[in-house]
């Protein structure tokens, strides 16, 4: 297998030069990728301060926004970075403060795609969750919100990269945009060994527990991987009623092998409120389990 060196991406002579530009919120995320870009960069011969484009999206006195890149693009390959889960970004309408919501984002990063549309050589979008992909798992028929983002950037944005996309089937929808569904299984395991170098991942000592049927195949991933048995738990619905628009969990069932005086370790996509990671958490405590290690991509959660 060829492996991919920082000349390989800055090799000269270039079709068009990279760009970051960070959508509200996603600014430290896009300063790491910077960093490593600018590092790689002089590896290669390439000399740079920053990739990034200064941007901003600036809101009117009625509410509405615009957006502002604070450089020319005419030419460039543009990867703008959106975060539509960070709930931290704030902004003043009339002496209240209001908290950017995922619709938000989204309408800022239609602002910056727009922003660039007509004078950048390429444009892709890299989304740490994709906006209103996570409801999809929920109810099939919200995939159409999902759907319409893709369609609505398509005129623009050639590619979207992001590591949670719960429905393959969203990317045959728009056939020809690009999609990269990036996993962050390595950074997982990679830090699971940092964080923990005395840990054994022998049968009779550590087990992978899925906490419901939809993470599955991440935690087969893992167990298949780490060479360890895997267990599951599924969620008993109450399916006579309706509570907050589903049916209650009347209990999680653990199917599997015995977790007692095992490390578990747990694989979700994300953690919300926490109730049901804790309530699978105190059933393994329950049935004996040392340690519990879990772990989600999007904890969401504060308490998380």
Not at 7 to 17: G, S, T
Not at 213 to 225: P, Q
Not at 275 to 301: H, Y
Request: with cysteine; proline share 6%.
């Amino acid at each position: 297998m060829s492996v991919i060196t920082p000349k390989d991406c800055f090799h000269q002579p270039q079709v068009a030069d990279l760009r970051l530009i960070a959508c509200p919120g996603a600014e430290e995320l896009t300063n790491l990728i910077d960093k490593h870009l600018v590092r790689w960069a002089s590896e290669a011969g390439y000399q740079t301060n920053s990739f990034i484009i200064e941007s901003a999206c600036p809101r009117f006195q009625s509410g509405d926004a615009k957006g502002l890149v604070k450089e020319s693009v005419r030419g460039d390959d543009i990867f703008i970075v959106v975060d539509p889960g960070n709930y931290s970004v704030t902004y003043k309408l009339f002496n209240y403060e209001n908290h950017l919501s995922p619709d938000d984002h989204f309408a800022n990063l239609k602002r910056l795609i727009q922003a660039v549309a007509g004078k950048a050589h390429r444009v892709s979008v890299i989304m740490p969750s994709l906006y209103a992909a996570v409801s999809t798992a929920a109810c099939p028929a919200r995939a159409w919100t999902a759907l319409w983002l893709c369609r609505s950037c398509r005129p623009w944005a050639s590619r979207t990269s992001s590591p949670l996309m719960l429905r393959p089937r969203l990317m045959n929808a728009v056939p020809l945009m690009s999609f990269d569904n990036a996993m962050p299984t390595y950074q997982v395991l990679k830090n699971l060994l940092k964080k923990n170098p005395e840990i054994s991942f022998d049968k009779e000592k550590f087990i992978v527990v899925s906490p419901d049927e939809g993470a599955m195949n991440r935690n087969m991933y893992f167990s298949s991987v780490l060479g360890c048995n895997l267990g599951m738990f599924y969620k008993r619905r109450d399916y006579t009623r309706v509570v907050n628009g589903r049916n209650p969990i009347v209990a999680h069932e653990y199917l599997g092998d015995s977790v007692e005086g095992k490390t578990v370790f747990i694989a979700d996509d994300i953690i919300a409120s926490g109730e049901s990671m804790l309530e699978v958490a105190g059933n393994l405590k329950e049935r004996g389990a040392a340690r519990i290690i879990a772990n989600a991509t999007f904890p969401l959660s504060p308490a998380a």
